[in-house]
């Protein structure tokens, strides 16, 4: 298929705003628009005259409106179907209950179901081409308009040239009635696109806030939208079975009324005419002079009897061998005016016509519909009933639509008005129904969930209102049990397992002191107190031959048993590559290497490692990341911050360079080293220890001997932290030279 051939096809099958959506909501948008067409047919709004009383210049076809509505929402396939379904409805209410004379002789299959139909499929492919690139703000109010516009005028042609082939189809005097005085056709397209143009416009603005809207709706907001356009179907669906209800009354009504007439004038005729008759067969009456004769003449007429009524009765049409000879109506009086020779044709045509109306009624003794005039230039449907008298003479009594159902527009009024007040009740009552069965029971569950969602397991969820939800809080609550319950096995096993990682921790450590008992000239001291929350800290010393001693600190990232075995790997690689007489630097890079190749958790270490010459007090170092360490020159002296950096921690990059620093120490020279646990070490008030008060605790104790110096630290860092947990690992090692 080439390019042109597919877009076309895109075309037609264009799936209108809603495409993409479920089956069940469009289907539900389709019904629920076929009932709007239903029901705007059977309340008499297929067809709705502009005008003055029956006197209309055009007509609106109103349903085009939501078949354009369809057509946008639903696509070229779904308008056409409405349009046809529209149309087939309206075909059938024109035959059984038609609004007026246009409705009545207008509508036939092409004029309903194919006029509608073609006019949805027209619609939907127009909006496709329109909105095919989603056009926004003005420029899409305009492509909307554009498919509105045509279809109003094409609509307008085809119900112009629809009324002249209906005329020149069907030559009887009826439909030429029923189709004078329609004039202003082009009032009509304007009418059509007003209508088709706000309903689309209405319908774009109201997808586009369901759209945007839709995944922050509330039950309550869903509930009451669906609650309420289901209301507005029933609504029209009553309104619309109301309408044909009456109407079928009223006609049975009209029927009953115009039967009893005929009754009462067949029974007045038959008195007067044999009264008549008999009174002239009598002897003493035929010589009776004229003077005598004429008022009795006059008395038993038929005239008098007809003269009784007036149009407000109905019209009253006595036919003798097919001609009107007595009648309340002119319409049937036509030979008394000046002009009859010119209108005879027209006349004989006429009264063709309604007697043959009026044979048809006598035969099946049921009401006909048929075009009512009362002498006026107005026109309307009407019903009539005519009466066989005898071989020769008919009756005919007929109504027009407006003396027939006269209270038809106040009784549907009236019975709207309690229909919809009774649906809003309706509403109201299902509103406040949801909001205390399900809505408020819904709110408190959700409450009491966010307060166990922030951490509050105590709290009990305790709507039992109903079975649901009875169910549903005992099940909250159950799982709540549950989690607590798995809360506490769990705080259980993370105590074992910082147990665990406390004892591998500090078992890994070396706690023999003096350090090296057979050294006089180094003392070296530490300590570690292990915080609740595993951390990884650790320290190590050992001898490397017989005149070098390496020690180290190190403060691993990771917690728990992973923070302990990767503290043990970190500390038995740097040691070994330290006490196999690698120089620091190397032995650090080695080590690096080897926890980047072996680190699946992803952890690192920050290390500060050193060996001493204790022959010349040359010391070697490598600072990886950790802490800055504090130096104290001679017994007594100022401490110093050896703040030179010669890596990145350990762990993570595994082409890191590491480089080493050197510096001799004189005899008295003390070096502390420590982890973060010392100097980030928090009180109450969450104020941080710090290094400037570190410092401060240094010269004030410059005296000391490393055991002495690491436990007053302690006791210091404890001091400051007291009243607050201890969140990492406080290590503490301090190295004194004494040549």
């Not at 510096?663 to 009180?683: C, R």
Request: glycine residues 8%.
């Amino acid at each position: 298929m080439d390019v042109e051939a597919k877009d076309r096809f895109n075309v037609f099958m264009w799936g209108g705003l809603m495409q993409g959506e479920s089956r069940k909501l469009r289907a539900s948008v389709a019904l629920g628009l076929l009932i709007v067409l239903a029901a705007m047919t059977f309340v008499q709004f297929g067809f709705v005259g502009v005008g003055f009383d029956q006197d209309y210049s055009c007509y609106v076809l109103a349903l085009l409106g939501p078949i354009a509505v369809a057509s946008l929402t639903l696509g070229a396939g779904w308008g056409t179907l409405e349009g046809a379904l529209a149309g087939a409805v309206l075909f059938a209410h024109a035959q059984r209950q038609p609004l007026d004379i246009i409705e009545k002789y207008f509508v036939n299959p092409m004029t309903s179901i194919v006029m509608y139909g073609v006019a949805g499929l027209m619609l939907g492919l127009l909006f496709a081409v329109a909105l095919r690139n989603n056009p926004n703000g003005a420029r899409r109010w305009i492509y909307i308009a554009i498919p509105c516009i045509l279809v109003a005028i094409l609509a307008t042609v085809a119900f112009e040239k629809g009324m002249l082939l209906v005329i020149d189809q069907n030559k009887n005097m009826d439909v030429v009635q029923a189709f004078v005085g329609t004039g202003l056709p082009f009032i009509q397209p304007i009418l059509d696109f007003v209508l088709m143009y706000a309903l689309c416009i209405i319908s774009d603005l109201g997808w586009k806030w369901y759209e945007a809207t839709r995944v922050f709706v509330g039950v309550r907001t869903i509930f009451r939208t669906r609650m309420l356009c289901t209301l507005f179907l029933v609504f029209l669906t009553m309104s619309a079975a109301c309408f044909a209800i009456i109407t079928l009354q009223e006609e049975a009504a009209a029927n009953e009324s115009i039967t009893a007439e005929l009754d009462y004038l067949q029974g007045q005729l038959d008195l007067r005419w044999n009264t008549y008759e008999a009174l002239l067969k009598q002897p003493e009456v035929e010589n009776l002079p004229e003077s005598i004769l004429d008022p009795i003449d006059e008395g038993l007429s038929v005239d008098g009897l007809i003269k009784g009524y007036d149009l407000t009765d109905g019209t009253i049409v006595l036919f003798y061998n097919g001609e009107p000879i007595l009648t309340d109506n002119p319409v049937f009086d036509l030979k008394s005016v000046q002009n009859y020779e010119d209108l005879k044709e027209y006349y004989d045509q006429l009264m063709k016509e309604a007697y043959e109306r009026v044979k048809a009624s006598a035969e099946s003794n049921k009401l006909i519909m048929t075009v009512y005039s009362d002498g006026s230039d107005e026109t309307e449907l009407g019903y009539v009933k005519g009466r066989k008298l005898d071989d020769s003479s008919y009756l005919m009594f007929s109504r027009p639509f407006s003396m027939v159902f006269a209270h038809r527009t106040g009784t549907l009024l009236w019975t709207s008005i309690m229909v919809f007040v009774l649906l809003v009740v309706l509403y109201l009552v299902v509103a406040n129904l949801l909001r205390k069965v399900v809505i408020k029971p819904v709110d408190n569950t959700n409450a009491s969930m966010a307060k166990i969602m922030c951490g509050n397991l105590d709290e009990m969820v305790s709507e039992v209102g109903s079975v649901e939800f009875a169910s549903l809080s005992a099940g909250i609550n159950s799982t709540v049990d549950a989690l607590k319950t798995l809360i506490d096995e769990a705080e259980r096993r993370n105590e074992r397992d910082l147990a665990t990682a406390r004892a591998i921790q500090i078992g890994a450590l070396p706690k023999s002191f003096p350090a090296f008992p057979d050294n006089q000239k180094v003392d070296l001291y530490a300590a570690m107190d292990a915080a609740k929350e595993v951390g990884g800290d650790f320290y190590d010393f050992f001898e490397i031959d017989e005149r070098t001693v390496g020690f180290l600190i190190a403060d691993v990232s990771g917690k728990g048993i992973p923070g302990a075995l990767f503290m043990m790997a970190a500390k038995a690689e740097i040691q070994n590559y330290l006490a196999s007489g690698m120089e620091p630097a190397k032995a650090i890079a080695s080590a690096n290497a080897y926890l980047c190749a072996n680190n699946e958790a992803g952890m690192f270490v920050t290390v500060w490692a050193a060996t001493l010459d204790w022959t010349t007090g040359e010391l070697t170092y490598v600072n990886a990341g950790h802490n800055f360490p504090l130096l104290r020159h001679g017994q007594g002296g100022e401490w110093e911050w050896l703040k030179k950096k010669c890596g990145l921690f350990l762990g993570t990059f595994d082409t890191a360079k590491y480089r080493q620093e050197t510096l001799v120490l004189e005899p008295g020279d003390e070096l502390l080293l420590y982890t973060d646990g010392v100097n980030e070490a928090f009180n109450i008030a969450e104020e941080e220890y710090g290094n400037d008060q570190l410092e401060e605790f240094l010269v004030a104790h410059s005296n000391m001997r490393p055991q002495e110096l690491v436990t007053v630290l302690r006791d210091d860092v404890a001091r400051w932290a007291e009243g607050a947990e201890q969140s990492d690992d406080v290590t503490i090692l301090v190295v004194e030279y004494d040549a």
